[in-house]
């Protein structure tokens, strides 16, 4: 079959030609050994299910191999259940590390997965793009950078708001403490401060995660706290405001954190008067605009449900797909945490930071939040701006 050329396509083909022979083609990623093993470590089933942030990291990887891979290479993706157990979360990493063979891990959520096995990673040479950091380890650990902001930073930012935007003055926390959580959040306070010149009015670390809140509320409501601020997740919020309005209180602005933003707390508080504010990890998952569009569309696909969490699995999914797109030559443990070290900044619209793993002692480069106020059961975003804090230092 005879083949007809214009001159620039005859030209280019000439120029594509001569650069394969002189051996300077475009240099791509390869997996001459067969897909690319990707994994991860995931709270699933215990006492609480994050599975939604491994399964977010899975349908953008799905929907990658459906259209032929990354440069032809495909991923496959493990997602491993420590069932909220130190000794399976252990179990899980070294499978994950030694039978799979993974290059990374991206995607996790999990209670103890940093805590447990961040010294594993590093160890073998393999980074963790986290989904859903939770415990401190997860933002102290050179093996491990998530993408979601933390309940530690929300705190110090949360803490901000209400100083710098809400006018608040006597700022309280009051926090349940889970593990070794008491140093990461007393830190968090600790920036607040150092960085407005301010003292935190009164913290209180004993509130309980079930039990009678209303001595909490009545010891900031004789403390004349401005603003009460506890780290508190659904049921926690829902009774925390119920008993505000049982013990008419008022004039405090309850703040939360991410835990917090959930649809279930908006229907369950339709009538509320109480001010209530969160801090968001990502774009506000309740809001269908162009910044969610391609994470919408991807969970639409998949037949996941749009959650926060899938929101964090999905980023740290695109994050390491984009860092394996830019490697040249074989793709291995050594040459994907070699890019990830690079230390390139990496800008997604669901999030308000730059994303950056890098090589350094800890990790927490997601540093903006955008602030949700509870209306009639719905939430609002304050305002169409991120509020950002100051690098951590």
Not at 35 to 64: E, H, L, N, W
Request: proline fraction near 5%; charge should be negative; hydrophobic fraction near 40%.
């Amino acid at each position: 079959m005879k083949m007809l050329f214009t001159r620039p396509a005859a030209l280019a083909a000439v120029t594509l030609g001569s650069c394969l022979l002189a051996g300077t083609a475009m240099a791509a990623p390869t997996c001459e050994d067969g897909a690319i093993q990707v994994g991860s470590v995931s709270t699933i089933t215990g006492p609480v299910d994050f599975s939604d942030g491994p399964k977010g990291a899975k349908a953008v990887f799905d929907q990658i191999n459906e259209a032929g891979g990354i440069s032809g290479c495909k991923i496959e993706y493990t997602m491993a259940d420590d069932k909220a157990d130190p000794q399976v979360a252990a179990q899980a990493a070294r499978d994950l590390i030694d039978n799979k063979n993974v290059v990374a891990l991206a995607g996790g959520a999990s209670l103890l997965d940093c805590a447990v096995n961040a010294a594993t990673y590093k160890r073998n040479g393999v980074l963790s793009v986290q989904g859903v950091g939770v415990d401190p380890m997860c933002f102290n650990a050179p093996s491990v950078s998530p993408v979601n902001v933390g309940p530690y930073t929300l705190t110090t930012a949360m803490l901000d708001y209400a100083d710098k935007e809400l006018k608040d003055e006597k700022l309280c926390a009051f926090f349940i403490i889970l593990g070794g959580t008491q140093e990461a959040y007393a830190a968090a306070v600790a920036r607040w401060e150092k960085m407005s010149g301010k003292k935190i009015h009164l913290i209180d670390m004993t509130l309980p995660l079930q039990g009678d809140l209303t001595p909490y509320l009545i010891k900031a409501r004789d403390n004349g706290c401005d603003a009460v601020l506890t780290n508190q997740v659904e049921p926690g919020v829902v009774q925390m405001i119920n008993t505000a309005d049982a013990q008419k209180i008022e004039g405090i602005d309850w703040l939360f954190l991410a835990s917090g933003y959930t649809e279930g707390v908006a229907k369950a508080l339709p009538n509320t008067k109480q001010p209530v504010y969160l801090g968001t990890e990502w774009e506000p998952y309740t809001e269908a605009n162009e910044a969610n569009g391609d994470w919408m569309k991807t969970m639409d696909k998949a037949g996941l449900p749009k959650t926060a969490f899938s929101q964090g699995g999905y980023l740290a999914a695109k994050v390491l797909a984009d860092t394996i797109a830019s490697i040249e030559g074989p793709v291995t443990r050594e040459s994907v945490s070699a890019k990830l070290m690079e230390g390139k900044a990496m800008k997604y619209p669901i999030a308000g930071s730059e994303y950056v793993f890098g090589d350094a002692a800890k990790h927490a480069p997601m540093q903006a939040t955008k602030v949700m106020k509870l209306n009639a059961g719905k939430w609002e975003p304050i305002s169409k701006d991120w509020y950002v804090l100051p690098a951590a230092e």
